[in-house]
Nanobody, 127 residues
Framework: QVQLVYSGGGLVQAGGSLRLSCAAS????????MGWFRQAPGKEREFVAA????????YYADSVKGRFTISRDNAKNTVYLQMNSLKPEDTAVYYC????????????????????WGQGTQVTVSS
């Protein structure tokens, strides 16, 4: 069966960087858009970034533009989120997700529906 493994989460100081990875095994997701979402305590889950099946058309929430970069390596069945200039308000549980309803989607209208994977990974940014 499909298994996803997170790596890269943890505690960092404001201004620092982390790179999150979400790797899948058992099935390839290379034909689907991938995304990152996050949820802070007491808050709704929010969109962070998305990328289409071929690694193009990256799109970011306004709150992370210029600081975060989403990328993917389809050969490794892995999606990444490089997070720079981290702020305390970036503190959240981060989830990778896939839109399995639209294989080979090449646009930038990442409406989903999104399938959120696993338990996510905690990112904590201290002041």
């Amino acid at each position: 069966q499909v298994q996803l493994v997170y790596s890269g989460g943890g505690l960092v100081q404001a201004g620092g960087s982390l790179r999150l990875s979400c790797a899948a095994s058992g099935r390839t997701f290379s034909t689907y858009a991938m995304g990152w979402f996050r949820q802070a305590p007491g808050k709704e889950r929010e969109f962070v970034a998305a990328i289409n099946w071929s690694g193009g058309s990256p799109y970011y929430a306004d709150s992370v533009k210029g600081r975060f970069t989403i990328s993917r390596d389809n050969a490794k069945n892995t999606v990444y989120l490089q997070m720079n200039s981290l702020k305390p308000e970036d503190t959240a549980v981060y989830y990778c997700a896939t839109d399995g309803s639209r294989p080979y989607y090449s646009g930038s209208n990442y409406r989903g529906p999104w399938d959120y994977w696993g338990q996510g990974t905690q990112v904590t940014v201290s002041s």
